[in-house]
């Protein structure tokens, strides 16, 4: 199972930049896959997580109806569109899959990707 994430980059306080977690070697219709981000000096935080099964979606308050996370079944990859990005928002965002246990919980987490780097400027 391979995960790579794509589509960090400067941008500026309330863009619009959408990631992009490409999954390969994995059978999504029974798990979940969630971002995570870690900004330097600070632990990694779950961002937002998608539930195979019934599309359910889980987000962190400090996102919530800014970050919509979603799959795109064609390139069977998991996508973060993040709206109105605020400087807090700057770290590194990493794409997981559940192995089991709790979805806030970064151990419960699996296939980590190489994670993408987001700077947003004031």
């Known amino acids: 199972v391979q995960l790579q994430a794509s589509g960090g980059g400067l941008v500026q306080a309330g863009g619009s930049p959408r990631l992009s977690c490409a999954v390969s070697?994995?059978?999504?219709?029974?798990?979940?896959i969630a971002w995570f981000r870690q900004a330097p000096g600070r632990e990694r935080e779950g961002v937002a997580c998608i539930v195979s099964d019934n599309d359910d979606t889980v987000y962190s308050d400090s996102v919530k109806g800014r970050f919509t996370i979603s799959r795109d079944g064609a390139k069977v990859a998991i996508v973060l569109q993040m709206n109105n990005l605020k400087p807090e928002d700057t770290a590194v965002y990493y794409c997981a899959t559940l192995r089991g246990g709790s979805k806030n919980d970064s151990g419960s987490y699996d296939n980590w990707g190489q994670g993408t780097q987001v700077t947003v400027s004031s």
């Open positions: 070697g994995l059978t999504f219709g029974n798990s979940a």
